[in-house]
């Protein structure tokens, strides 16, 4: 397996599954998988997510197999990766080093916006065209409010959850949350009371982190490498689309690198950054109009355009065809992730 392809299972997910009463061997017969599996360090994307789907088969209901896993895991079972966040200084410093180190943890991504008195954290996929199973979205939103829960020591709450699936009991997950739950979304987002990113963590260690750190973004520049630039610019420029038109400052901030150094590596390339907005555009309107429950105002809002004749005349450049026609031609093609 590939860096972008394995996906490490922490040894707390074995063990919290255990606390529930539900057998590792169990699970990994359910997902037909060899039981040697329970022991390797790395599993394959598409064995992952048939954990994920094992775990939810066998529980009772989906809403009530993310709460007792997202309160039952041990912080000290955590992979360094994410042990980290729970000694920043605050629900701030610990969201944005989970986004940072996820990178090393695929397949899902996350995405983060402040705006007025929002924070909103949306789930992506990274290295597979089709999504995760109900109970690993799931568990990955909870998680995110968990850790601000464990890391200040208040009862925090979501202001607004987003889900694509059903989850099963969302009176229970709306509890849990502690706000209200729109399933059948377009997307799977968390949305935070963004004055709780300002609250510190009790948990904060600056000794553990001077350690922790170094190694993680030494790992993550071993990533960065064997990734193309061109790669990791559009993987950014999908995870930002949707907040308008990505700004080529901040997706080099993100590469931690300055926006002069990234048009050089670009031309070095032979291309440049707004060819490879362009073509983002275009992938993603593609994909986004395949499916049918997505109108057409809401494509050109999720490929970055605010006016809807803006992306009309785009897609006619792009295909010869208005976006309309093009659904209507391509109504059996199925390519949404």
Not at 23 to 37: D, F, G, H, Q, Y
Not at 302 to 315: H, K, M, P
């Amino acid at each position: 397996m590939t860096p972008n392809t394995r996906v490490k299972v922490p040894a707390g997910f074995w063990t919290a599954l255990q606390r529930l009463g539900i057998a590792a061997n169990e699970v990994v017969r359910k997902a037909r998988l060899p039981l040697s599996i329970i022991t390797e360090p790395y599993v394959t994307i598409t064995q992952y997510f048939a954990i994920w789907q094992a775990y939810s088969d066998l529980v009772d209901d989906t809403a009530k197999g993310i709460i007792k896993l997202a309160t039952g895991i041990e912080t000290a079972h955590y992979p360094p990766t994410v042990l980290a966040t729970y000694h920043a200084r605050d629900y701030r410093d610990a969201l944005k080093r989970m986004v940072r180190y996820k990178q090393l943890c695929p397949p899902e991504s996350l995405n983060i916006t402040e705006k007025g008195d929002n924070c909103t954290i949306e789930l992506e996929w990274m290295n597979s065209e089709k999504p995760g199973p109900s109970m690993l979205i799931g568990i990955t939103l909870a998680f995110l409010l968990e850790l601000g829960r464990r890391g200040t020591g208040n009862h925090l709450t979501a202001k607004f959850v987003e889900l694509s699936h059903s989850m099963g009991d969302v009176q229970g997950l709306e509890a849990y949350f502690g706000c209200r739950i729109r399933v059948g979304a377009n997307c799977n987002r968390l949305t935070l009371h963004r004055e709780d990113l300002d609250h510190p963590f009790a948990s904060y260690n600056a000794e553990l982190l001077e350690i922790l750190t170094p190694v993680l973004d030494q790992s993550l520049d071993e990533l960065q490498r064997n990734r193309s630039i061109t790669e990791m610019v559009k993987w950014i420029m999908k995870r930002s689309l949707s907040g308008g038109r990505p700004d080529i400052q901040n997706i080099a901030s993100e590469l931690g690198i300055s926006s002069r150094t990234l048009q050089r590596r670009l031309t070095d390339k032979g291309t440049s950054f707004n060819h490879l907005l362009t073509e983002v555009r275009h992938e993603q309107a593609i994909k986004y109009l395949a499916n049918p429950s997505l109108d057409i105002k809401e494509v050109a809002f999720l490929v970055g355009y605010e006016d809807q004749n803006s992306f009309y005349r785009a897609f006619h450049l792009w295909q010869g065809v208005t976006p309309l026609n093009w659904r209507s031609e391509n109504s059996g093609i199925n390519t949404i992730n």
